[in-house]
């Protein structure tokens, strides 16, 4: 594992403007990650996990205003115009998103799919192109790929299709590979599987990755770092092991709670009260306040709590580190 961050952010945020007014989907968040190294980002839907890593790589929609640094192999990217912003992404960073078919053209065959990237950033011939397709169908488990590298997307299933869309995002060797939500779409064996296959892929490529996810369990499974978002904001981020034995903010702790069961044994669900604030509305204070179950915790109404070390490296929003539940200390 090398110590340049190949992706940092810095005081990110992301304030989108909408006819109800101006909607702050990220608000001052910082992480990094190295490469060979996987950072998860967990949260509940619409607690700007996908948004974050859109805005840092220069994909955030046109109403959005951001803010903040971000530097990709450390090349500061605010400051560079559009068509360098977009040549250094197309060159350094794969995306696979949560359905395959947003990614794939139906009309073209898998290979031409996978090559095009190559082509363009690569500036391989027709000919060493579709070779590479071949070869990077292997790569990603496609059984028989000299003969499916002429095969349509609808000609595959939804797992292999997804297999197909990691080739597209590795044909130009990226350093930074984002995976939103890969597997939600696809049954529980296939997700085992393209877990398996990225973790594989990124051990052997030494690919950075910053994988989006709602499933606590896939991110005890691959990641080194994780950040808990909430609300915009980064509410405990810090090495995985540290994180899941030591959860040190509320919501953390009610998301390991919620957890489904892998075994899918008997106890119930435990789901978490209430639902998040609106990006329109937000708090002055902690965003969490109205459903956290650390009572008498009046403060944290008003006033928001800074970002505190808990440990090496673990960090969490809180005025009461450790005091998941019960009282607050008087
Ligand atoms: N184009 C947009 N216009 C207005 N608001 C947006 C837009 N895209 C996202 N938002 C808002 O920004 C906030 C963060 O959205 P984001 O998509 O990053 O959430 P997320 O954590 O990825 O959620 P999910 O798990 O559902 O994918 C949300 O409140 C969302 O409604
Ligand atoms: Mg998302």
Same mark, same amino acid.
Not at 50 to 70: E, F, I, K, Q, Y
């Given at each position: 594992?090398?110590?340049?961050?190949?992706?940092?952010?810095?005081?990110?945020?992301?304030?989108?403007?909408?006819?109800?007014?101006?909607?702050?989907?990220?608000?001052?968040?910082?992480?990094?990650?190295?490469?060979?190294?996987?950072?998860?980002?967990?949260?509940?839907?619409?607690?700007?996990?996908?948004?974050?890593?859109?805005?840092?790589?220069?994909?955030?929609?046109?109403?959005?205003?951001?803010?903040?640094?971000?530097?990709?192999?450390?090349?500061?990217?605010?400051?560079?115009?559009?068509? *360098?912003?977009?040549?250094?992404?197309?060159?350094?960073?794969?995306?696979?998103?949560?359905?395959?078919?947003?990614?794939?053209? $139906?009309?073209?065959?898998?290979?031409?799919?996978?090559? #095009?990237?190559?082509?363009?950033?690569?500036?391989?011939?027709?000919?060493?192109?579709?070779?590479?397709?071949? #070869?990077?169908?292997?790569?990603?488990?496609?059984?028989? $790929?000299?003969?499916?590298?002429?095969? %349509?997307?609808?000609?595959?299933?939804?797992?292999?299709?997804?297999?197909?869309?990691?080739?597209?995002?590795?044909?130009? #060797?990226? *350093?930074?590979?984002?995976?939103?939500?890969?597997?939600?779409?696809?049954?529980?064996?296939?997700?085992?599987?393209?877990?398996?296959?990225?973790?594989?892929?990124?051990?052997?490529?030494?690919?950075?990755?910053?994988?989006?996810?709602? *499933?606590?369990?896939?991110?005890?499974?691959?990641?080194?770092?994780?950040?808990?978002? %909430?609300?915009?904001?980064?509410? #405990?981020?810090?090495?995985?092991?540290?994180?899941?034995?030591?959860?040190?903010?509320? %919501?953390?702790?009610?998301?390991?709670?919620?957890?489904?069961?892998?075994?899918?044994?008997?106890?119930?669900?435990?789901?978490?009260?209430?639902?998040?604030?609106? $990006?329109?509305?937000?708090?002055?204070?902690?965003?969490?306040?109205?459903?956290?179950?650390?009572?008498?915790?009046?403060?944290?109404?008003?006033?928001?709590? $800074?970002?505190?070390?808990?440990?090496?490296?673990?960090?969490?929003?809180?005025? %009461?580190?450790?005091?998941?539940?019960?009282?607050?200390?008087?």
């Amino acid at each position: 594992m090398s110590d340049r961050a190949v992706l940092a952010v810095e005081d990110l945020t992301v304030t989108i403007g909408t006819r109800r007014g101006p909607a702050r989907a990220v608000a001052g968040v910082d992480w990094s990650v190295r490469a060979g190294e996987t950072l998860a980002l967990v949260g509940e839907s619409g607690s700007g996990k996908s948004m974050s890593v859109l805005a840092a790589t220069g994909l955030a929609p046109r109403s959005a205003r951001v803010t903040g640094r971000v530097h990709l192999l450390g090349t500061e990217l605010t400051g560079l115009p559009g068509e *360098d912003r977009r040549r250094m992404r197309g060159r350094h960073v794969g995306f696979v998103f949560q359905d395959p078919m947003t990614s794939l053209n $139906p009309v073209l065959t898998v290979g031409r799919q996978v090559t #095009e990237a190559g082509e363009e950033h690569l500036g391989l011939t027709r000919r060493a192109a579709r070779a590479r397709a071949v #070869e990077l169908l292997d790569l990603v488990g496609i059984p028989s $790929p000299a003969e499916r590298v002429d095969a %349509y997307p609808h000609q595959f299933s939804g797992g292999m299709r997804q297999r197909v869309v990691i080739a597209m995002a590795l044909a130009c #060797e990226p *350093d930074l590979l984002i995976a939103d939500e890969p597997t939600t779409a696809l049954d529980v064996t296939t997700q085992a599987q393209i877990v398996e296959l990225v973790a594989d892929l990124q051990r052997r490529l030494g690919t950075a990755v910053v994988w989006i996810t709602h *499933d606590l369990g896939v991110v005890a499974g691959i990641a080194d770092t994780v950040a808990v978002m %909430y609300a915009g904001r980064i509410l #405990e981020q810090g090495p995985v092991d540290a994180v899941f034995t030591n959860p040190s903010h509320p %919501y953390t702790t009610a998301l390991l709670a919620a957890r489904p069961d892998p075994d899918g044994g008997g106890d119930e669900l435990v789901t978490i009260q209430g639902s998040p604030p609106s $990006p329109l509305d937000l708090p002055a204070g902690c965003a969490f306040w109205p459903r956290c179950p650390v009572r008498g915790a009046a403060r944290c109404e008003h006033e928001l709590p $800074p970002l505190v070390p808990v440990a090496a490296d673990h960090h969490v929003r809180t005025f %009461y580190p450790h005091h998941t539940d019960g009282g607050v200390p008087t």
